[in-house]
């Protein structure tokens, strides 16, 4: 049995080290390309690029993409990374600050319409509960982009102006449909609570506010989180919103302008690379520090109590 067992473990942990190599290869090749300075294509065919440097985060940071000499002139749509001035002078906030305010108001907005949804459909019962939850059952199954059309135009015949407000608002407005593991995680918590602050005089929203939210830091803390990553790397909708629009670029867009508005985009697959692993830095460090709420708020909220 002994040896069963080791044999078993050791093609387990092989599978598994197969597996890693394959998953953090990508990675490894992605940081390893932001620091090459050769550049060509040439380049881009080598696992361990041929001279190392900090150019390519240097042309970042300074903004290299309107004060260089010739890259402005290459292609336009490729806007900065950080704030910048454009030739006509007006100053810019660039796409990492506008993506940040994006997904920062985006985080505190749906996951206050996310936790209020679940917080009612799992302490109270009225008539087309049941209903509610079965049409937004159904509406998950569709993919969110096939609506961005008709909110584009809705918008427009509204009048509303594109803006980084206009992409929080689209973003955050299905949020409510998504409360199926806050209402699990609001289920494990006992309702004698919620009935023993009612004798005392509190409202449902001071139970909610004061008594229900502290006990449910672990999905707070999920939702706060799966919120702020949706508009961080989105493209599609922020592409299609704030199309021709550089004050409101946001990063997504902006990554796939530096590979597509170039002449030869060779040149400047460094200078994606070194934005790509930027961009991942504070999505990294939040889940680094917040990775205990983050699985507490899963596995709490898979099961009903």
Excluded: H
Excluded at 125 to 133: D, E
């Amino acid at each position: 049995m002994n040896t069963k067992r080791i044999v078993g473990d050791a093609i387990i942990y092989l599978i598994l080290a197969v597996m890693s190599v394959i998953w953090l290869a990508p990675i490894a090749w992605l940081v390893l390309q932001s620091f090459g300075v050769s550049g060509g294509q040439a380049d881009k065919m080598l696992f361990i690029p041929s001279t190392f440097g900090f150019q390519n985060y240097e042309g970042l940071f300074i903004n290299k993409f309107w004060n260089g000499s010739a890259f402005s002139t290459k292609f336009e749509r490729a806007y900065a990374l950080f704030p910048y001035t454009m030739p006509s002078g007006e100053v810019l906030l660039g796409s990492f600050l506008n993506t940040l305010i994006v997904a920062l108001g985006t985080m505190v907005l749906s996951t206050l319409l996310t936790l209020m949804t679940a917080y009612g459909l799992s302490r109270l019962r009225f008539r087309g509960r049941q209903l509610i939850m079965r049409i937004c059952l159904i509406m998950g199954m569709f993919p969110g982009f096939l609506g961005v059309m008709i909110l584009y135009w809705m918008f427009r015949g509204l009048g509303v102006p594109m803006s980084l407000f206009t992409l929080i608002l689209v973003y955050s407005a299905g949020a409510g449909a998504g409360y199926y593991i806050a209402k699990g995680f609001f289920d494990t918590i006992s309702k004698q609570i919620d009935e023993a602050a009612m004798i005392d005089g509190a409202t449902r929203f001071q139970i909610f506010y004061k008594i229900t939210l502290p006990l449910a830091k672990p999905i707070v803390v999920y939702q706060a989180l799966t919120a702020f990553m949706g508009p961080w790397g989105e493209y599609i909708t922020a592409n299609y919103f704030i199309r021709g629009q550089a004050q409101y670029m946001t990063v997504a867009p902006q990554l796939y302008a530096i590979i597509t508005g170039t002449i030869d985009a060779s040149d400047y697959w460094g200078w994606f690379c070194a934005a790509s692993v930027i961009i991942a830095i504070p999505v990294s460090i939040l889940f680094v520090f917040m990775q205990k709420y983050y699985v507490s708020g899963v596995t709490g909220g898979s099961v009903k109590g």
